[in-house]
């Protein structure tokens, strides 16, 4: 009896300090009624909250002390104080063991401060809280992904794995992304060569030497003075040079030839690529807009064929992170084939010619918000190739060297630069959408026969509404 003395004391003091300290101690105090059915209360974990008997009470028990513990502060009046989340039952029994009623007492997680934590990390975040046995649920509607795991993670600290996640995304989680691929090529080559030759005869003899693109041809060539030279020249026209000047000369029995060649181009490409794509938030899409290349490899049964692709290619997973922050995995590529670079293979059924690609690809993983733009690629290239061919010894002699010497140098600069453009999108009325095809009209026989038109000079948007005469499409009898 004293201990339980002692312990309805200590009660009763911790009621009181709580009604000091607290203002709203007046909301605190439940009243119940005699008769009333196993009414419901409500206790935070680790708060307390004081019952009000509508007449005097002998005895009160709880039927599980681990979640709810009780004492009576006075004959009317019983203090709960909420040890763990669950729910239990209150038993009010009056003198001689009659039972004045039973209450459900169900201890939750303290929201209200949850709440008021989740106000301030997360302000203007429309989230409901509410409390599910032991347990805190969520809902409503955010702005992102990101606010949705800051909400579990503060949620976690007052309900340890009895989080129920019901919070919907809001706002557009559908990501347009445009990439752009612009390259620039320019390239210089510059060439000038001599060349030299010399035949002499003596007697039935014939002595001659000549340098690149002259060639000594077999004889006998009959000479203007009567006699017959063994060989004479030929001229080769270089397929690097664009121009040329060819001559002979005379001088008694010795016979010169020359040729020069040069050469002077430049030249200039240009790539621009905008390919466009959108996806859902999370998931991946890909887009090619190019071929793909039968290449034979080797295989278990011979020669297999595989499949590569060319063209501008695009693959990227976008997550939209927050309001319009978006998270962006990408690979874009362009490539083409280069025949010049190309093998050819022996196979059971002959010669295969694989060609080479040249490609200009980049991957990698960006975050940026709605509208901006990132250059995620960028290439400048300058390359110089500088030759020079001699004859030895004599095109090293100052003035007349230049006779036995050509020289051509290429220049070659590429510059190269991706970007990319995320955009969040909705969908749009099928009016609103222009096609390439509605700006051209197929011809009627008029324009094309009479007026020699390839396309018609009217727009239509749709071909159901061009005007056709008799039957068409598909007509069953």
Same mark, same amino acid.
């Given at each position: ?8 004391a200590?009660?009763?003091?911790a009621a ?5 300290l607290?203002p709203?101690?007046a909301q605190?105090?439940?009243?119940i009624?005699?008769?009333?059915t ?5 206790v935070?974990l680790?708060r307390?909250?004081v019952v ?9 028990s709880?039927?599980?002390p ?12 019983i203090?709960v104080?909420g ?21 459900d ?11 008021e934590r ?5 302000? %203007?975040?429309?989230?409901?809280v509410?409390t ?10 955010v702005?992102?992904?990101a606010?949705?795991?800051?909400a579990l993670?503060?949620?976690e600290r007052?309900?340890p %794995?009895?989080?129920?996640?019901l919070?919907?995304v809001?706002g ?8 752009r691929?612009a ?10 060569g001599?060349?030299l030759?010399?035949r ?5 003899w014939?002595?001659?030497g000549?340098?690149?693109n002259?060639?000594?041809t077999e ?18 026209q ?7 000047i ?5 001088? %008694?029995?010795?016979f010169?030839?020359l040729?020069i ?15 466009n ?6 998931d991946?899409?890909?887009?090619l807009a ?7 490899v ?9 499949y590569?692709p060319?063209?501008? %290619? ?13 998270n962006?995995?990408?690979?874009a590529f362009?490539?083409s ?9 022996a196979?059971n059924?002959?010669n295969?010619?694989?060609?080479a ?9 960006i ?17 110089f190739?500088d030759?020079a061919a001699?004859v ?10 230049t006779l ?11 510059e190269l630069?991706?970007l990319?453009?995320p955009y969040?999108?909705?969908p749009t009325?099928?009016?609103?959408i222009a096609l ?5 009209r197929i011809p ?5 026969f ?7 000079t009217a727009t239509?948007r ?5 005007d056709f005469e008799?039957r ?6």
């Amino acid at each position: 009896m004293k201990l339980r003395d002692l312990t309805r004391a200590v009660g009763l003091v911790a009621a009181m300090i709580c009604a000091a300290l607290s203002p709203a101690a007046a909301q605190s105090v439940l009243r119940i009624m005699e008769g009333a059915t196993s009414k419901s209360i409500i206790v935070a974990l680790n708060r307390a909250v004081v019952v009000e008997s509508s007449r005097e009470f002998a005895e009160v028990s709880v039927a599980n002390p681990g979640i709810a513990d009780v004492a009576a502060l006075s004959n009317r009046t019983i203090y709960v104080l909420g040890k763990a989340a669950g729910r239990t039952t209150l038993t009010i029994l009056g003198p001689g063991g009659r039972l004045i009623t039973n209450v459900d007492i169900r201890v939750s997680p303290d929201i209200a401060e949850f709440k008021e934590r989740l106000r301030e990390i997360l302000p %203007g975040e429309k989230i409901e809280v509410r409390t599910a046995n032991d347990g805190i649920v969520l809902s409503g509607r955010v702005s992102g992904p990101a606010k949705i795991d800051r909400a579990l993670e503060l949620a976690e600290r007052y309900a340890p %794995g009895r989080v129920t996640n019901l919070l919907q995304v809001g706002g557009t989680q559908q990501v347009m992304l445009r990439v752009r691929f612009a390259e620039m090529q320019r390239s210089t080559a510059k060439s000038l060569g001599f060349s030299l030759g010399v035949r002499t005869l003596f007697g039935n003899w014939g002595l001659g030497g000549t340098t690149n693109n002259i060639t000594l041809t077999e004889g006998p060539i009959a000479l203007a003075d009567g006699s017959f030279a063994p060989f004479q020249s030929t001229f080769n026209q270089d397929p690097n040079s664009f121009a040329g000047i060819r001559g002979t000369f005379q001088a %008694g029995g010795v016979f010169v030839d020359l040729a020069i060649d040069a050469l002077e181009s430049n030249g200039m490409v240009r790539t621009l690529a905008e390919p466009n794509l959108v996806a859902l938030s999370g998931d991946e899409a890909s887009f090619l807009a190019g071929g793909e290349v039968p290449i034979p490899v080797p295989g278990d049964n011979g020669i297999a064929i595989e499949y590569k692709p060319f063209g501008v %290619g695009l693959s990227f997973r976008p997550r939209v992170v927050d309001e319009d922050l978006m998270n962006l995995e990408l690979e874009a590529f362009v490539s083409s084939l280069d025949t010049a670079n190309g093998l050819t293979i022996a196979t059971n059924t002959g010669n295969a010619f694989v060609p080479a690609f040249v490609v200009r690809r980049a991957r990698t993983t960006i975050e940026l918000r709605d509208g901006q733009t990132f250059a995620i690629a960028g290439l400048l290239q300058d390359a110089f190739t500088d030759n020079a061919a001699q004859v030895p010894w004599l095109g090293d002699v100052p003035v007349l060297g230049t006779l036995f010497r050509s020289s051509d140098f290429q220049r070659r600069q590429s510059e190269l630069v991706i970007l990319v453009t995320p955009y969040l999108v909705v969908p749009t009325d099928e009016d609103s959408i222009a096609l390439p095809t509605d700006r051209v009209r197929i011809p009627n026989e008029r324009e094309l026969f009479l007026l020699g038109r390839v396309e018609g000079t009217a727009t239509v948007r749709d071909v159901a509404r061009q005007d056709f005469e008799g039957r068409y499409g598909y007509v069953s009898e």
